[in-house]
């Protein structure tokens, strides 16, 4: 079942994140935020007057956006300074009167408080969600590094073993780097992974492990992002899959071919790794295959609520098909 995930921000407050981290600049410098509230309420006076004696029963409407404003560009010390410029420009302008405007000035400031209180908060929060994404970057980095130390070592040890246990330990590299590789997406792409460009990366991670292996690769795949939950499994069977077409397809022949292929279709996924070697016997069931690969592939498949075939016609075809957005079993 996949991880929980936290849930993903409302358009709106994504906005206002991206919005107080834009015009941090304005607040911590004086010499843009005051100007730049101080023209706000120039702004919203001349719309004030344009506007004439529509607002004459709420002359102040328009300086509370002003105020605003003012306080999100420039902070408490803007945001307060634009209220005294306003107060003062109403008072000489539509209301002369010292009570109301003294009122005015009052829910002013509070106004100023708390939208500067919430520009704060929002920019801690998003301050904390930018370190945490780094942190796990890092955790990500780190773990990629660690495994693929863990790969050099069991393929420096396959060196000194016996061709058995040369080929597990070999077989457990190779696993090993597809699981680093997955951590390398992470790391420069983010929560989401383009699984196209790693079904290629992959293919090359396969070769690089079979120097020897002269063998032709077309990759076809349409463009799929997905999170960690469904990569780590799916690149596992990929990368099973195509080593052993790299295996039995291309062994002993100098022009073998593999085709991968991902397609999408309603919801559902079709990934088909082809070769043009050997054929499959004619009792051949991959559910009940004594090879470890490919019990790991029928474990995978089944972890992502997929099925395994595997056809021959002129190639040898193996097809996991699985739905996009796996049902939760409970």
């Not at 509070?110 to 520009?119: A, H, R, T």
């Not at 696993?175 to 989401?192: D, F, H, K, M, N």
């Amino acid at each position: 079942m996949p991880s929980p995930t936290k849930a993903p921000l409302s358009p709106i407050l994504s906005a206002v994140q991206r919005a107080v981290l834009r015009t941090r600049d304005f607040r911590a410098t004086p010499g843009k935020g005051y100007p730049a509230a101080i023209a706000t309420v120039l702004v919203f006076f001349g719309l004030r007057l344009l506007i004439g004696d529509v607002l004459q029963a709420a002359s102040f409407l328009l300086f509370f956006p002003a105020i605003i404003i003012g306080t999100f560009l420039g902070g408490t010390g803007a945001g307060l300074a634009a209220v005294v410029v306003s107060a003062l420009l109403a008072w000489h302008f539509f209301i002369p009167t010292a009570l109301p405007v003294a009122l005015y000035a009052v829910l002013g400031a509070v106004s100023v408080f708390i939208v500067s209180w919430l520009v704060e908060i929002t920019a801690r929060v998003t301050d904390f969600e930018e370190h945490e994404k780094e942190l796990l970057r890092e955790l990500q980095h780190r773990v990629k590094n660690h495994v693929q130390i863990v790969s050099s070592l069991l393929q420096i040890q396959a060196r000194r073993a016996d061709p058995t246990t040369q080929a597990a330990l070999n077989d457990a590299g190779r696993r090993l780097s597809t699981i680093s590789t997955v951590y390398g997406s992470l790391y420069r792409s983010g929560a989401q992974i383009d699984f196209k460009v790693h079904l290629e990366e992959l293919c090359h991670v396969a070769m690089r492990a079979a120097p020897d292996t002269r063998c032709e690769f077309q990759v076809d795949a349409q463009p799929a992002s997905w999170g960690m939950d469904l990569v780590m499994p799916l690149s596992l069977i990929a990368g099973e899959l195509i080593a052993n077409a790299i295996r039995h397809g291309c062994a002993n022949i100098t022009d073998g071919r593999i085709e991968v292929a991902l397609k999408r279709e309603n919801g559902d996924v079709r990934l088909t790794v082809s070769d043009s070697g050997g054929r499959l016997p004619d009792d051949f069931d991959v559910e009940k295959t004594k090879g470890l690969g490919l019990q790991l592939v029928s474990t995978l498949s089944r972890q992502i609520q997929g099925k395994i075939s595997a056809t021959k016609d002129s190639m040898t075809r193996f097809v996991i098909e699985f739905p996009e957005t796996p049902k939760d079993p409970h």
